[in-house]
């Protein structure tokens, strides 16, 4: 059975690993985690092509480059697992761009620039010992668009100057560029999006359900922008005007002279728009 993983999945995926987490005996959760650098990576990419990193169980973190050079280093953590359940797998496109995923070999796996789908029926909830989590580290030059989703971890981009698109589902989200444009988006975390420009004219999308959201921009922008909390407030930092009625919970405005969507969506959280 081919099943893709979508938000609805991974939200289940998430709480199957936790339940495993829980069910451990206190004295072993007091145990340190062994770890091991499992893989390097240190490749030219072109500028204005991607590094993309997709990952199922760790945290990711992004930095700009000291080289010319694209630098990933994947660190396997784990108490009562195997690392030999996870293998960190790479892939090059015509126009230099780098795929690099962490499979879990048991899943039949498979992870291609725009997914991450599995072809299994194995339930993670009956495996107790499977509790490896893989940190990756990536280093990026300028110019190099970003590309990092996981599902359980934080991800944090900080020193790049391009495009980035980051996601987790249990985790915040940090994504800093002094270029962009920037997508975040978590299910359980807040999500903090600061950009330098706006290149092109895609919508952007910033996401949560338990977190706040903050969009950062430099500069006059010119978008249509839309707004939405249930339990939450909304602060911009722009003057706008407002089309429709007044919601309390539904922000519809203009910025300068319309243009693209941008669209900060939470359930429990601020959401905010900020100038930088």
Not at 239 to 258: N, S, W, Y
Request: glycine share 10%; aromatic share 4%; net charge positive.
């Amino acid at each position: 059975m081919t099943r893709l993983i979508t938000r609805a999945t991974t939200r289940r995926f998430a709480a199957s690993l936790a339940g495993i987490l829980l069910a451990m005996p206190a004295a072993l959760l007091a145990q340190g985690r062994q770890t091991q650098h499992d893989f390097t990576l240190s490749e030219h990419v072109p500028q204005g092509a991607w590094i993309r990193v997709r990952n199922v169980n760790g945290e990711m973190r992004v930095r700009s480059a000291s080289g010319d050079k694209v630098e990933v280093i994947a660190t396997k953590s784990w108490r009562r697992g195997d690392p030999k359940d996870v293998t960190i797998e790479t892939k090059k496109s015509a126009d230099g761009s780098i795929l690099v995923c962490a499979i879990w070999v048991d899943t039949n796996t498979t992870c291609t620039e725009d997914s991450y789908s599995s072809h299994s029926d194995r339930r993670w909830d009956r495996d107790r010992n499977n509790d490896v989590s893989v940190e990756f580290e990536i280093r990026v030059p300028k110019g190099v668009k970003v590309g990092v989703w996981t599902v359980n971890g934080s991800v944090t981009v900080d020193g790049v100057t391009s495009e980035v698109r980051a996601s987790t589902v249990n985790g915040g989200v940090d994504a800093i560029s002094t270029g962009g444009p920037v997508q975040a988006s978590t299910v359980n975390g807040s999500v903090r999006a600061s950009m330098g420009r706006l290149d092109g004219t895609e919508d952007l999308n910033f996401t949560t359900v338990n977190g706040s959201i903050v969009a950062e921009f430099s500069g006059d922008i010119d978008a249509d922008i839309e707004l939405s909390t249930v339990n939450g407030r909304f602060q911009t930092d722009w003057p706008v005007t407002i089309t429709g009625r007044i919601d309390p919970r539904h922000l519809r405005a203009t910025l300068g002279k319309g243009g693209r969507r941008i669209k900060l969506t939470t359930v429990n959280g601020n959401v905010e728009l900020r100038k930088r």
